[in-house]
């Protein structure tokens, strides 16, 4: 009689363990022997408006690529003759995001609308064309308004680390060794104008990371560990006048530019295309103009850069003029696709001005610059070309 014991394939006998399928040979990139995840950071419910969020992040096998964060507020019982929505809204729930690395490197800094919707639509690290307005996503609720209260909405976004495919993740694995992550939550008028009566909603927020797994089976790291891309808000100086003919200039940066995102603000705060020059725009690098155009011709640009010429989905933000520099190998931006080629060299010393020839004529002046920037910090010399090819 046979014997019952043998099988023709053992690994599929009950209980034994199957072999592990995701690993690849020896040799190629980082990217080849890790895999791309997502795994939930926090959740916290019923965080009031002008709430400070501190809530520590949790370690993850691997490198953070992203933050994705969702923010879920609920109906209010906000009453007015007539319930307005601010300009901003509803990014400007939020008055402050402060994300810093394990040694306290600001990583990225900025207000709410700047930091959840102009760093992902801009930065071109959540998505390509229309999809990286956030506003496009189909999460995307906007606030409702009305005289009898406001309904619920939320929005979804980003806060990136990544800015080529495994360029500029940061270490999750050690959780003595963390990022940080502060969120203060504006006053409910950021979000609503001339308020009645009544209650606000509360706020869920959701916050999950994309991250790349620790490889498998072969000791590596992402190209160049220790490098950042950081997005830190500047104020120009001096303020703007109304139809002056001027210049302003940036805070004293350093690293390499990505990205140059310019957020024109009247006194009042709120964006305002009546600022942008009334003719040409120039922009000067130690003295030297690198760019010097009709408005119209460098918005033309940002239709092609960040959306394709014909894409309709994609509009310019009211107040936002903003050059991309991670085109390198087209005349888009590629998102995570770049060799960083064109990225601008600058060091402490280097100054940046901007010149309206004239600045357009606005009522509610004086008008500030305000410069998002998106600064790459190598850890040693920049890599250039495709890191991981």
């Known amino acids: 009689m046979p014997a019952t014991t043998g099988q023709v394939s053992p690994a599929q006998e009950a209980g034994r363990p199957q072999p592990q399928t995701t690993i690849e040979p020896p040799g190629g990139p980082f990217i080849r022997h890790s895999q791309a ?7 916290i419910s019923n965080q ?13 096998p691997g490198y953070a690529r992203k933050f994705r964060l969702q923010f879920q507020a609920a109906s209010s019982t906000l009453s007015a003759a007539s319930l307005a929505i601010s300009g901003d809204a509803p990014f400007s729930a939020v008055s402050l995001v402060t994300l810093r690395d394990a040694f306290g490197t ?5 207000p709410g609308w700047e930091v959840f919707k ?5 930065g071109g690290q959540l998505g390509l064309h229309a999809v990286s307005d956030v506003s496009n996503l189909p999460s995307f609720t906007a606030p409702g308004s009305g005289s009898s209260g406001a309904s619920s909405y939320q929005f979804s976004s980003t806060l990136p680390l990544e800015f080529a495919k495994g360029y500029g993740v940061v270490s999750m694995a050690n959780a003595s060794l963390l990022p940080t992550l502060q969120i203060q939550l504006a006053a409910s008028s950021n979000v609503y104008a ?7 909603g509360t706020f869920t927020i959701n916050n999950e990371l994309d991250f790349y797994w620790l490889p498998e089976g072969v000791a590596m790291e992402p190209p160049g560990l220790g490098t950042t891309e950081q997005w830190v808000l500047q104020v120009a100086n001096p303020t703007i006048a109304s139809a002056a003919s001027q210049l302003t200039a940036l805070p004293r940066l350093g690293g390499f530019l990505s990205n ?4 024109f603000r009247d006194s009042t705060n709120a964006r305002s295309d009546s600022m942008l020059p009334a003719s040409r725009i120039r922009i000067y690098i130690d003295g030297v103009p690198l760019v010097d155009t009709l408005v119209a011709t460098l918005q033309d640009d940002m239709q092609i850069q960040y959306a394709g010429a014909a894409n309709a989905q994609w509009t310019r933000d009211t107040g936002v003029l903003a050059l991309s520099r991670k085109t390198s190998l087209n005349q888009e931006s590629l998102g995570l696709l770049d060799t960083g080629e064109e990225y601008l060299s600058t060091n402490p010393g280097t ?13 509610n002046t004086p008008g500030t610059l305000n410069a998002l920037i998106g600064q790459v910090v190598p850890a040693g010399s920049l890599i250039q070309g495709l890191p991981e090819l």
């Open 118 to 122: 102009a760093i992902p639509k801009y």
């Open 48 to 60: 009031a408006f002008g709430s400070l969020i501190t809530q520590p992040l949790v370690a993850a």
């Open 37 to 43: 995840g997502r795994r939930p950071q926090y959740t």
């Open 351 to 363: 100054l940046i001005q901007v010149e309206g020839s004239p600045w357009g004529s606005f009522a």
């Open 106 to 110: 600001p990583l990225i800094v900025g």
């Open 260 to 263: 140059l995102v310019f957020i």
């Open 194 to 200: 001339s308020v009645a009566s009544g209650t606000p």
